[in-house]
């Protein structure tokens, strides 16, 4: 099934007014080379709205890095809902990036309830999954994706993966150079795959499935050519604009082939 390429930026806590604005020009160029793929980027919250008017003559989609799992607005200092996002031009969201969970505690429970509220208020969520270095050395890449997936079926229903991303992010493998090898990159996705196939096949052929961890200009293409693989969520190399779009190119081949 074609599910097409998107390619995504999370550009962290990173960046100013000045480096934005040169970053999103020289995307917003470049990305006119890449028709027939998706594309979007992640910018810090209070950037957002900038971000929104340096984008709007072009194709790439804005998104949040993260949301308030809180069903309603009020005393939730620092917190940030569905619907301000929305209001500065998201159409996307990343929820449980691993820098979430490990660094401020989001556990499976608060992952889930932010992926609902992302969905409820009509964002596309980005739900990231990924074992640790230590999960790996003792076999429990499975188990711990079958559980981080689970949680989100548990409280949102497979059929919310009609609406949703995920991207496969091996922790060992975020920013720190070094990636998973084809092969595992595309035994893992092939297992999110099959994780949803057990609730519903359609469903499981056509959600997409991101890989992230140290993708960049060089090894994108080997990666994002894996059968199950269909784009990437990119951070350190979303930063420049010539390697992002170095990883867009890539995938535009790919996306083109499919189409031919
Ligand atoms: C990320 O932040 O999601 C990520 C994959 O980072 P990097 O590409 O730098 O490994």
């Not at 995307?27 to 971000?51: F, M, N, T």
């Amino acid at each position: 099934m074609a599910r097409g390429y998107l390619v995504a930026g999370n550009w962290k806590m990173n960046g100013s007014a000045a480096s934005n604005a040169a970053l999103l020009e020289g995307l917003v160029r470049g990305v006119s080379e890449c028709p027939a793929i998706d594309v979007l980027v992640c910018p810090p919250s209070v950037y957002l709205d900038s971000a929104r008017r340096h984008l709007s003559a072009s194709p790439i989609a804005l998104g949040g890095q993260n949301l308030s799992d809180q069903p309603q607005q009020g005393a939730f200092t620092g917190e940030i809902d569905a619907s301000m996002l929305r209001d500065v031009g998201c159409g996307y969201v990343l929820v449980g990036h691993s820098e979430r969970r490990t660094l401020y505690g989001e556990d499976d429970a608060c992952v889930a309830r932010k992926y609902l509220q992302a969905q409820a208020g009509g964002l596309i969520p980005v739900l990231c999954i990924g074992e640790t270095l230590a999960e790996r050395e003792s076999e429990q890449t499975e188990a711990v994706l079958a559980r981080q997936l689970d949680a989100v079926i548990a409280a949102a229903g497979v059929r919310s993966f009609i609406n949703a991303v995920i991207a496969y992010e091996p922790v060992w493998a975020i920013g720190t150079g070094r990636t998973a090898s084809v092969e595992q990159a595309q035994a893992a996705h092939a297992f999110i795959r099959g994780v949803i196939a057990k609730n519903d096949v359609k469903i499981s052929n056509s959600v997409r499935l991101l890989y992230g961890g140290s993708v960049k200009a060089d090894n994108a293409a080997s990666l994002f050519s894996c059968e199950d693989v269909d784009g990437g969520l990119i951070g350190g190399a979303s930063l420049k604009a010539p390697e992002f779009l170095a990883i867009c190119a890539a995938a535009q081949v790919l996306a083109a082939a499919q189409d031919a």
